[in-house]
């Protein structure tokens, strides 16, 4: 979970320049069109899991439970050290499902492993030749395997995730495999905010197995995040060592509170970055509200305030059932726009089991 709001030191300007100077050449960066390539695989580009879709995004500088992988692999590095699961399903129209399964923990002090499987399905479509004529049905599955790792120390965690890819097409003789890379890491400075820098799909590519057995190259992308949390019921209180009699400190963190974060995201032939912005505000323990929203993105190859291309929100229950079952758990939801379903709209269901 982000970090409380504290003291402030200096040693730890330099990575607050460091954030705002990817702030700064974001427009440059993002302008730098690539004249070649294309547009591989673009569902790796979707965001996973209902919290962070209700955010718009704005989640690599969060990434505290499984799903995170996808966005900053370092998060798991301030995972607990028992194991938590998520589950995540959204319904995309025209049939279409995008699913994912992952898990992450420590294993060891200071090193998380997590491991992902995200997918999307499409129906049935009819198959027509040069001609127009009607050839049969064919349907496709595109589905990638996340195995990340990362390793932290007190303020700091860095992450690597490895993602094999699967391109399936039922009804003719094709199908595609490849891989891609994912690099992050994520800052806790001073107790104030969080910020989180991630590489994504770095070298990715696609390759198909046909005759001509062509090679497809995935778009990359970088994020760059910061997040902060304000307590609302957090308590410090004084207490004496029962050995040596000296007096303690205790901090017990908070269980209600409001978090704020922000993600600048740079896509591969996207003229512009998008800049997306999320909350998430939690009154008491049995329930959290969400929102996010880009107010400032490409569309269309335009940059625009507010260009709708992501908003999202949510609500996520959380039920207090530890003493009857043998795990903790909460199911989110999220509505979010979609560009394919006669509403525009698209609705997602996590569950996200903590053992």
């Known amino acids: 979970m982000p970090i409380i709001w504290k003291t402030y030191s200096l040693p730890y300007l330099r990575i607050v320049i460091l954030y705002l100077a990817i702030l700064g050449l974001s427009h440059q960066i993002g302008t730098a069109k690539v004249s070649s390539g294309g547009y591989a695989e673009t569902y790796l580009l979707r965001n996973v899991g209902a919290r962070a879709i209700s955010m718009a995004g704005a989640y690599s500088a969060v990434v505290n439970e499984p799903s995170g992988i996808y966005y900053n692999p370092a998060g798991i590095g301030f995972m607990n050290d028992i194991p938590t699961v998520s589950a995540s399903v959204s319904i995309l129209g025209l049939g279409r499902s995008y699913n994912s399964l992952t898990w992450a923990q420590q294993i060891l002090p200071n090193f998380g492993v997590g491991f992902g499987f995200n997918a999307l399905s499409t129906p049935e479509f009819t198959a027509?030749?040069?001609?127009?004529?009607?050839?049969?049905?064919?349907?496709?599955?595109?589905?990638?395997?996340?195995?990340?790792?990362?390793?932290?120390?007190?303020?700091?965690?860095?992450?690597?995730?490895?993602?094999?890819l699967n391109h399936g097409v039922s009804g003719i003789s094709a199908g595609a495999s490849g891989f891609t890379v994912d690099l992050g890491t994520k800052f806790d400075v001073m107790d104030?905010?969080?910020?989180?820098?991630?590489?994504?799909?770095?070298?990715?590519?696609?390759?198909?197995?046909t005759p001509y057995e062509p090679r497809e190259d995935i778009p990359f992308r970088v994020r760059a995040g910061l997040a902060m949390e304000f307590a609302l019921n957090d308590e410090t209180f004084i207490t004496r060592s029962a050995t040596t009699g000296e007096q303690l400190q205790v901090y017990v963190p908070a269980t209600r509170y409001i978090l704020v974060s922000s993600d600048l995201v740079i896509t591969q032939f996207e003229?512009?970055?998008?800049?997306v912005i999320g909350t998430e505000a939690v009154p008491h323990e049995l329930i959290a509200f969400r929102g996010g929203i880009a107010i400032y993105g490409d569309k269309?190859?335009?940059?625009?305030?507010?260009?709708?291309?992501?908003?999202?929100?949510?609500?996520?229950?959380?039920?207090?059932?530890?003493?009857?079952?043998?795990?903790?758990?909460?199911?989110?939801?999220?509505?979010?726009?979609?560009?394919?379903?006669?509403?525009?709209?698209?609705?997602h269901i996590s569950i996200i089991f903590e053992f």
Not at 135 to 156: K, P, R, V, W
């Open 271 to 275: 003229e512009n970055p998008t800049w």
């Open 300 to 347: 269309y190859g335009e940059a625009e305030l507010f260009p709708m291309t992501y908003w999202g929100a949510g609500v996520s229950i959380r039920p207090d059932l530890k003493e009857n079952l043998p795990f903790k758990f909460n199911v989110d939801y999220s509505l979010s726009n979609e560009y394919l379903t006669e509403s525009g709209l698209a609705h």
């Open 192 to 209: 104030m905010f969080s910020v989180g820098i991630a590489m994504q799909n770095i070298s990715g590519m696609m390759f198909w197995d």
């Open 128 to 164: 027509r030749d040069v001609m127009g004529n009607q050839i049969g049905t064919i349907s496709a599955m595109q589905y990638n395997l996340a195995l990340a790792a990362a390793y932290s120390l007190e303020f700091m965690s860095m992450g690597v995730s490895v993602k094999y």
